[in-house]
């Protein structure tokens, strides 16, 4: 038992050389690189980014052509007048400024989305990684604890052949390993399709069997402090809002005219001069606006204020959501920090004194078994917690918008 601890620490406390190992960024960089997800969201972007720009051009002109004066049974040449033009409509040029607002708000949103999508894609990633390195720790314990169980059963079947213990606990030593191959066996399994899962991710057919584990460091409490304004959620909301109240002011001003331009060239057949070119600028007033318009205008406060409303709702939702899972994340790093630095030695020791007694003939083998089977429990439950802990950190970062690797925070360009 005590090669299996010793295993256990070096796993655990040792993976210092990251040449050695791979890291929890090595697996989110690599997602980055070459997970399809990526392509769907940078093709997203560039979607949002054309549509904004659509919406803010210009209508198409309108070419027309006019004859006046035709005559019956008359060629081209007898017209007596022809007009050829080209007629552009414009909205009222505030109201394009406007117009402009909601296609940068709107791509802010994108970048918003996609960023928060890459966060969702890096959480994944995490979560199988820590699971991979969760099992992977797991199976070298059992690894241990069974190689100890194997020894220990044949040695005691064969003390139990010569009488010299009973035959009841050789068939305890026998039980006990066979339990633990069968849980060796399912870690195993689990641990290849979790494998399995993480390569999927990250697009790599091969990693090392070593993988190190996710950081923790006592300044890391200090560095969550949360602002709803670095929530991806919040964020997106607060963009709905701004878009809202542009359109707002785009509907209350829609009684604003539009602007009509008109270029032309005029044939005057009798004239000295028949060529004419000349511009017509028309306006194009909304009579019936109070008529419809107090009404729209009335829709569109009124979304205004619903998504005030679900920005003030959502921001109370998540400082709690966060509260909740700050106190979680405090309580799993007290317990994690409680095994490793209490529960898992005082547990060995046990399991030291027991073996001991046992030898001097103070106590019966049940003791033993007893005792390593709590050290065997203690040192995977200490995994369990390193799993808690770190998935309560997924959890903050997801809340506070971080990621692992600087460049995905300034992704939004703002």
């Not at 928060?116 to 199976?139: F, G, H, I, P, Q």
């Not at 994690?336 to 103070?362: C, D, F, K, M, W």
Request: with cysteine; glycine share 4%.
């Amino acid at each position: 038992m005590r090669t299996g601890m010793f295993i256990l620490c070096v796993l655990i406390f040792q993976n210092t050389v990251h040449g050695e190992f791979w890291t929890e960024e090595d697996a989110v960089q690599a997602a980055y690189h070459s997970n399809p997800e990526i392509e769907r969201i940078n093709q997203t972007l560039i979607e949002t980014k054309a549509e904004a720009r659509a919406s803010s051009a210009f209508k198409s002109p309108s070419l027309f052509m006019e004859y006046d004066g035709i005559p019956s049974g008359g060629g081209l040449g007898d017209y007596d007048e022809r007009k050829i033009g080209l007629s552009q409509e414009l909205e009222f040029p505030l109201r394009y400024l406007w117009i402009s607002k909601i296609g940068k708000s709107r791509i802010k949103q994108s970048n918003n989305q996609a960023q928060a999508d890459k966060l969702s894609l890096e959480m994944k990633v995490r979560r199988s990684y820590l699971n991979t390195w969760a099992l992977s720790e797991k199976l070298e314990i059992l690894k241990s604890y069974t190689a100890s169980l194997d020894s220990q059963a044949t040695a005691l079947q064969r003390m139990a052949e010569v009488g010299k213990i009973s035959q009841l606990d050789s068939k305890r030593a026998q039980a006990e390993r066979q339990e633990a191959l069968q849980e060796m066996k399912l870690t195993e399994l689990l641990l290849a399709a979790e494998r399995s899962k993480l390569q999927k991710f990250t697009g790599i057919e091969s990693f090392p069997d070593s993988l190190a584990m996710p950081s923790i460091s006592k300044s890391s409490q200090t560095q969550y402090s949360f602002s709803a304004v670095t929530n991806l959620n919040w964020r997106s909301k607060s963009y709905s809002l701004e878009q809202e109240k542009i359109v707002h002011t785009l509907t209350a001003t829609s009684w604003l005219p539009a602007i009509e331009l008109t270029g032309f060239q005029k044939h005057l057949q009798f004239e000295p001069d028949p060529e004419f070119w000349g511009i017509e600028v028309g306006l194009a007033v909304p009579l019936w606006f109070w008529w419809g318009g107090v009404a729209d205008m009335q829709v569109s406060k009124a979304r205004v204020r619903q998504a005030k409303a679900e920005l003030a709702s959502l921001q109370i939702d998540t400082e709690s959501m966060w509260e909740q899972q700050y106190a979680i994340y405090e309580a799993a790093l007290s317990r994690h920090e409680a095994y490793g630095n209490i529960l898992l030695p005082t547990s060995e020791e046990v399991a030291r004194i027991a073996r001991r007694s046992y030898e001097l003939g103070q106590s019966d083998f049940l003791d033993v078994l007893e005792a390593q089977r709590s050290l065997f429990q203690r040192q995977l439950d200490f995994i369990d917690t390193a799993v808690q802990l770190h998935e309560s950190r997924i959890e903050l970062d997801k809340l506070q918008g971080r990621s692992l690797l600087a460049e995905v925070t300034k992704m939004s360009g703002e």
